[in-house]
């Protein structure tokens, strides 16, 4: 996790509120998840949604988001599960859409596994958000024109793809931040490397799905 300061601005940015529901896709620890809960409060929800493609996983997300929702306090969280892009089957309409650190993996062999495609997630997307809704985006950034190349690979990708990919299923840009960014990061090793894991130039963009 980052800072609480940082934390702070980027749930600031996301416009989470008292009552807002939320989808938090691949939660891994759920400690956004957490941090949402207490948020939205008892008039809200927190959908912590694990992709069936990694469902299998060792460390079980499935049944750590199930644990989760039963704590005390968590009410208003829901593991839900279901291939990526038939995510709308599994959730209420919602106010905001979480993406940390995860978009680039629509671009890799594991989440193409069951013929899904970024384009196909983010029509769902937008399906699922309601009028107004914000869909937040926190990413790995590439070297500029790299396109997706570098997902596999290093698990980066370069804004500019994400945000021509989100705009092509009707999404309007809304804001974004520098708060993550790092300049000494030379966009070239796997974000996994211990000389710059936890550290990498991160991007972060706020799309909203039009009122009209």
């Known amino acids: 996790m980052y800072p609480s300061s940082k934390q702070s601005e980027l749930i600031r940015f996301s416009r989470v509120g008292a009552g807002s529901t939320?989808?938090?896709?691949?939660?891994?620890?759920?400690?956004?998840?957490?941090?949402?809960s207490d948020i939205v409060g008892p008039e809200g929800r927190v959908y912590g949604f694990v992709p069936a493609e990694v469902a299998h996983f060792k460390n079980d997300p499935v049944g750590r988001m199930q644990t989760l929702a039963k704590k005390p306090g968590r009410?208003?969280?829901?593991?839900?599960?279901?291939?990526?892009?038939?995510?709308?089957?599994?959730?209420?309409p919602a106010d905001v859409l979480w993406l940390h650190l995860f978009y680039h993996d629509l671009h890799t062999e594991l989440m193409r596994a069951r013929g899904g495609t970024a384009a196909d997630f983010n029509r769902s997307v937008y399906e699922r958000l309601k009028p107004g809704g914000s869909y937040v985006i926190v990413d790995h950034a590439a070297t500029a024109g790299t396109g997706t190349s570098d997902a596999q690979p290093l698990h980066r990708i370069d804004p500019s793809s994400v945000r021509g990919e989100v705009e092509a299923s009707g999404f309007v840009l809304d804001a974004e931040s520098t708060m993550l960014a790092n300049t000494c990061d030379s966009h070239s090793v796997k974000v996994f490397d211990p000389s710059i894991k936890g550290e990498t130039d991160r991007f972060v963009y706020r799309f909203v799905k039009p009122k009209g």
Request: charged share 20%.
């Open 22 to 36: 939320v989808i938090d896709v691949y939660p891994g620890d759920g400690d956004w998840t957490c941090l949402f």
């Open 75 to 92: 009410e208003n969280v829901e593991a839900v599960s279901a291939d990526l892009v038939t995510f709308p089957g599994v959730t209420g």
